[in-house]
């Protein structure tokens, strides 16, 4: 089914309309590094590469990525997480800080281990250096009841200045089902999306759900590859079992299908070129664009849209990367 004309005019107000929003964004914080370096002999203590440091970077990641989406936006995002009394911890409150994000609400907890992927990048000098190994520090977050209390504190006290909720959930341990029940009552006339990796039939109710094809299998139970008619088919369970009122099926080079009660599938092809540079944070602008969009009244379908633009602008990017509203509008000549 193709998809709708929607005017420019609506377009340009539903992202003008992006200014000052404030988003609540519950999730996991992870912090980004990216090592690079060049090749250019083999170790004489086992056949590998040599990788001579150059620099070092870091970026924000996981739910972090998703708040910095917003505010790149225009919007005012309000992440409500957890950090480790760590050194990736200070990095993400520097890093948050520096692009305007309000740190008030990140809860430190010492016995937690701030998440953090190294990611090593090597090539020769002068060459496009090309990702060879990452690292992955990770932690459970440890089930304390003092812990469970202050997240759901600082979720019901945000509830009432807030615009809509998004929950970004790497299944580190932030996002709890019981803290979920908890609060819906207190988010039931927002927009609440959600983007989980691997638990995206745990929390229902969801305004939206966003998942990519191997999250939507996952949810599923789908181990082999389906045929590609049966997404339309994935969509439309996921939209039922879920109880959630909308799903966007995100499907790289593919586009995206647009899932509602009550109403046909909409498919939307890729914005751009099938040509993905980087795939790494795509999601994370998706459910920033598409949240952002319905806390702006926007419908299923223009968010979708807009969201559709935005994933194809950023997996033209290299690394965990963001698109801005100017961005927006220069990508659909408004």
Not at 100 to 124: D, H, V
Not at 214 to 239: C, Y
Not at 317 to 331: D, H, I, Q
């Amino acid at each position: 089914m193709p998809v709708r004309k929607i005017s420019k005019k609506r377009l340009k107000t539903l992202i003008d309309s992006f200014s000052g929003k404030n988003i609540l964004v519950w999730g996991d914080l992870i912090l980004d590094e990216y090592l690079y370096g060049t090749t250019s002999r083999i170790s004489r203590e086992a056949p590998v590469l040599i990788l001579s440091y150059r620099h070092q970077e870091y970026s924000l990641g996981g739910a972090g990525n998703t708040v910095l989406n917003l505010k790149e936006l225009g919007a005012n995002p309000i992440p409500v997480g957890v950090i480790g009394d760590d050194l990736p911890g200070e990095h993400l409150v520097s890093l948050l800080s520096q692009a305007g994000i309000s740190t008030r609400y990140l809860i430190r907890w010492p016995q937690w281990s701030t998440p953090l992927k190294t990611r090593i990048l090597a090539g020769e000098e002068t060459a496009r250096k090309q990702q060879i190994l990452r690292i992955d520090h990770e932690d459970k977050i440890p089930a304390d009841p003092n812990l469970k209390n202050k997240i759901l504190n600082q979720l019901t006290q945000l509830a009432p200045s807030t615009e809509a909720l998004l929950i970004s959930d790497y299944n580190y341990g932030i996002v709890q089902e019981d803290i979920y029940h908890q609060i819906l009552p207190h988010f039931n006339h927002l927009p609440l999306t959600l983007d989980s990796r691997f638990r995206l039939l745990r929390f229902k109710q969801v305004t939206a759900l966003t998942p990519n094809e191997s999250e939507a299998q996952h949810a599923l139970k789908i181990d082999e590859p389906p045929p590609e008619n049966d997404f339309t088919t994935i969509g439309r369970q996921l939209l039922r079992r879920s109880q959630a009122q909308a799903v966007l099926l995100t499907r790289g080079s593919r586009g995206m299908i647009l899932f509602e009660r009550r109403k046909r599938p909409l498919t939307i092809p890729i914005f751009g070129t099938t040509d993905i540079v980087d795939g790494t944070g795509a999601g994370d602008t998706v459910i920033s664009v598409f949240t952002l969009a319905l806390a702006c009244q926007a419908s299923f379908k223009e968010a979708a849209t807009l969201a559709n633009v935005a994933g194809g602008l950023v997996v033209m990017k290299k690394g965990t990367a963001s698109v801005s509203a100017s961005e927006l509008k220069e990508a659909l000549n408004l």
